[in-house]
């Protein structure tokens, strides 16, 4: 069945670092991908999302590109703040059907 | 906007107990579902629905239920609750193909 794998955490950085959480799926078809966070104490909520091949989604300043030949979407930003420490998932929804499946989870601590 | 309610925040059962998880979505949204999370684990997926009276299992049904009477409202029950039902559940509804899930708060259950 369709699947996400995504890297572990967890990952701590100081303020203005580069962040990169790489995700891979398995999935038949041509899945829509997503990237969700999720702040303590809340419930998840999207960041960004591509829905074909070479979409880039944005939002926030974070970025992933829908890589169909790596069957990739790594999520990237340039400089984060100590506000976006979160969890941070990837998740793909499947072309022949509605299920929703998650990765495990990449805890992110940004330091000031 | 109210989005996607669940009831309750938070429960303590004893061992055996029963109960049930509300979940109601006020955006006419005919894909439902219930996930739990557990430290570490991510998301796993118990049961969805795609729409009223229709409901399908998801990778770890075993000790729960759902049901789907109306659009809005999707309960999941838990009958004879054990110890490894200790988890956060969310609940979480989708309007369509390209867009995305909209979850509740959640609700922590812990067995004991």
């Known amino acids: 069945g369709d699947s996400v794998t995504q890297m572990e955490g967890p990952v701590t950085l100081s303020e203005e670092a580069f962040l990169t959480i790489n995700c891979t799926y398995t999935a038949t078809g041509y899945p829509s991908l997503f990237w969700y966070v999720q702040y303590p104490g809340e419930g998840l909520q999207l960041l960004l999302k591509?829905?074909?091949?070479?979409d880039k989604g944005s939002n926030k300043g974070f970025e992933a590109t829908y890589r169909k030949e790596t069957t990739s979407f790594h999520l990237e930003k340039g400089s984060v703040q100590v506000s976006d420490s979160a969890v941070y998932f990837c998740?793909?929804?499947?072309?022949?059907?509605?299920?929703?499946?998650f990765g495990a989870g990449t805890t992110v601590t940004v330091r000031a | 906007n109210a989005g996607v309610t669940q009831t309750p925040k938070f429960r303590i059962l004893k061992i055996g107990q029963s109960m049930t998880l509300q979940c109601a979505q006020d955006m006419n949204h005919n894909y439902m579902y219930w996930y739990r999370q557990d430290p570490g684990m991510g998301l796993k997926l118990i049961y969805y629905?795609?729409?009223?009276?229709?409901?399908d299992k998801g990778e770890v049904p075993n000790g729960y239920n759902v049901s789907r009477s109306t659009t809005e409202d999707f309960p999941l029950r838990l009958e004879l609750a054990a110890p490894s039902q200790t988890s956060v559940y969310f609940c979480?509804?989708?309007?369509?193909?390209?867009?995305?899930?909209?979850f509740g708060q959640g609700t922590r259950l812990t067995v004991v």
């Open positions: 979480a509804s989708l309007g369509g193909r390209n867009t995305e899930a909209f």
């Open positions: 591509a829905t074909k091949a070479d």
């Open positions: 998740a793909l929804k499947g072309s022949n059907d509605y299920k929703l499946s």
């Open positions: 629905s795609v729409g009223a009276g229709i409901t």
